[in-house]
């Protein structure tokens, strides 16, 4: 069965430098969700989408943007990295607005130096 | 605001035994689902096992089951015949299902499984 896929699956980057990550939905699925998850930390929601449309928003800083694409895929945007943005990135989706369960991508490990 | 609470950092159980993680939520809503999720150390974040809170019958799934205690906003999870591969955080998780229907995960139990 087809699966969450993200890429790239890591990621090293300067401070101040800008990364984008991306995530692919299972098919038919019709919201896609980012997390971020720092070490030893529990997932922390950060933007969702709804066919396309930004449907929620957490704790989201301004530096970082994310969109989802006609072809569903969806892209985080992040500027100005903090060695603080260093974490583990999810991307999930979900089919009903998550009645049958969110489903995770491997995961984006961005590490800032 | 929804919070999701797990009082137990670490668990420890032996092969072959059971063990239950306590989960409690906090929320207004009558209508939400709730989920437990097994992170292994690849990071992989897999579905354990999922619960309709409108349905008083506690979900199962093969080896692990549930005790929903709707209105003790309680959600705990059973292993049962523990087996090595186990070993894992597991992350309770909240959800209303709908127009703002983000999982917001407690802070995670590590359950370690003794040979």
């Known amino acids: 069965a087809a699966g969450v896929i993200q890429s790239p699956r890591h990621l090293i980057k300067e401070k101040r430098e800008t990364a984008t990550l991306k995530c692919y939905p299972i098919?038919?699925?019709?919201?896609v969700y980012w997390y971020q998850q720092g070490p030893g930390q529990d997932p922390q929601f950060l933007i969702s989408?709804?066919?396309?449309?930004?449907?929620d928003k957490g704790s989201i800083p301004d530096r970082f943007s994310a969109q989802q694409f006609s072809d569903y895929h969806s892209e985080l945007n992040m500027s100005s990295l903090e060695l603080g943005d260093s974490a583990l990135y999810f991307c999930?989706?979900?089919?009903?607005?998550?009645?049958?369960?969110?489903?995770f991508g491997s995961g984006t490990r961005l590490t800032v130096v | 605001a929804q919070t999701v609470t797990q009082s137990q950092p670490e668990m420890s159980v032996q092969e072959a035994e059971t063990v239950t993680l306590s989960c409690t939520y906090d929320?207004?809503?009558?209508?939400?689902?709730l989920f437990w999720y097994k992170q292994p150390p690849s990071r992989q974040m897999i579905l354990v096992i999922r619960?309709?809170?409108?349905?008083?019958q506690n979900a199962t799934e093969n080896r692990f089951s549930v005790n929903f205690q709707k209105a003790a906003k309680s959600f705990s999870l059973k292993i049962s015949d523990s087996q090595l591969g186990d070993a894992a955080m597991y992350f309770c998780?909240?959800?209303?299902?709908?127009?703002?229907?983000?999982?917001?995960f407690g802070t995670g139990t590590l359950l370690a499984v003794q040979p």
């Open positions: 999930a989706s979900s089919l009903n607005r998550g009645y049958y369960g969110y489903t």
């Open positions: 098919p038919r699925h019709d919201t």
């Open positions: 989408f709804y066919e396309k449309m930004q449907s």
């Open positions: 929320t207004s809503e009558s209508d939400y689902y």
């Open positions: 619960q309709e809170a409108y349905k008083q």
């Open positions: 998780a909240y959800s209303t299902g709908g127009a703002t229907n983000k999982l917001i």
